[in-house]
């Protein structure tokens, strides 16, 4: 009677593991180093067709905590715009969203509503950066950032921008940020800026660094002051700090040195001369010494000369590979990159292409007549 009853029990078993989503039939599974999962959590999330074997991957401590808000997180993304599939995504990659009290997220969604012109637009940045919206830790210190920066004029697409990027740079006191501001507005007006300008400035800069508030107000006098040092005028500097997309608080003083020290060596070039490398060429100021040695390197390996580069210093830019195909691209066009300038292989890959297809549309014209129409296949 015995074996029967077990027999039994083990069908049973078997046949609700079949009806269980295919998550449910490892989640009840425990080991000594591994926590229970919630299976409701687990179901709903199964419901809502997330991957349940990613987030138990990378994130699996989520589905073992008792309290989860699976279906009013997934209502509030739904009444924000996202769709279902939407909803999955966001929820693969941000698992952690689940465990926020709905009426957190309630008032997270009002503060980026302040920034961002509609719902819809706000699902966008929801979808791209899930971390950065359910971060909720510290809002008041979120809500006087925001304010400060509207009190600035600063357009309402940057301050959404930063939120998303960096939300960090929310989430510490206003204080902070009011200090790197003030220090970047000094500098500015030091270095010749307008006023009138500053706000204008001061987008670009935020627009093309988002960590720039992160930055300790102090580097960017540490910066700066070497580089006058250095003898670089209040116009060049103020170019550089556009130039680097404000980066250059980031560099250290000893880390600038020897990539100079090491630019003035292998070009052999006056202090003036390395100034202007540095003017074409901002990026050589945080580049390391193996990488600089490296692209150096690759640009002699192709036959290219030390005058080439002090003309055109920004070709160290690129990548010793793009260097070399964009070199045996201009030599398929029979253009020889020794006897020629290097101005032809800088700059983007659009800038590029620009400038080899005019070499082969000269190509393709008789040197007789200049002004002919070119030959088409069909001739």
Not at 108 to 131: G, T, Y
Not at 312 to 318: C, Q, R
Not at 332 to 355: H, P
């Amino acid at each position: 009677m015995l074996r029967i009853t077990s027999a039994t029990l083990y069908t049973c078993s078997q046949r609700v593991r079949l009806l269980l989503p295919p998550s449910a039939s490892t989640s009840t599974e425990t080991s000594p180093s591994k926590r229970v999962e919630n299976q409701r959590t687990v179901d709903s999330l199964y419901e809502l067709s997330v991957d349940i074997r990613k987030v138990r991957k990378f994130r699996g401590w989520v589905l073992s905590e008792c309290s989860a808000y699976v279906s009013e997180t997934a209502d509030l993304l739904r009444d924000m715009g996202a769709d279902t599939t939407a909803i999955a995504h966001i929820l693969e990659t941000h698992p952690e969203a689940i465990l926020c009290r709905p009426e957190d997220v309630v008032t997270q969604r009002d503060l980026w509503l302040s920034v961002c012109p509609s719902k819809r637009q706000l699902m966008n940045i929801v979808e791209k950066f899930p971390a950065s919206f359910f971060t909720l830790t510290h809002q008041g210190n979120q809500r006087a950032n925001i304010l400060y920066l509207q009190n600035l004029r600063l357009s309402k697409r940057i301050i959404s921008k930063l939120m998303a990027s960096a939300p960090q740079s929310f989430s510490q006191p206003v204080e902070r940020n009011q200090e790197v501001i003030h220090t970047l507005r000094e500098i500015y007006l030091d270095l010749g800026g307008e006023e009138r300008n500053l706000r204008v400035w001061l987008q670009k800069l935020l627009s093309q660094n988002p960590y720039i508030l992160l930055q300790p107000a102090e580097a960017w006098r540490d910066s700066l002051g070497f580089l006058r040092e250095k003898g670089f005028t209040t116009e060049e500097l103020l170019s550089l700090v556009s130039s680097l997309r404000a980066s250059i608080a980031e560099l250290k003083p000893e880390d600038m040195q020897r990539a100079m020290d090491y630019i003035e060596a292998a070009l052999c070039c006056s202090k003036d001369g390395l100034k202007q490398v540095v003017i074409r060429c901002p990026a050589v100021l945080y580049y390391s010494l193996p990488t600089l040695l490296g692209r150096f390197q690759g640009l002699m390996d192709a036959g290219v000369t030390m005058d080439q580069v002090k003309e055109s210093p920004n070709v160290l830019e690129l990548t010793t590979q793009i260097v070399l195909y964009r070199i045996q691209k201009l030599a398929s066009y029979g253009y020889d990159i020794r006897s020629g300038s290097l101005a032809v292989i800088v700059g983007t890959k659009k800038d590029f292409e620009a400038s080899y297809g005019k070499l082969q549309l000269r190509q393709q014209r008789p040197l007789f007549n200049p002004v002919a129409p070119l030959k088409s296949a069909e001739d």
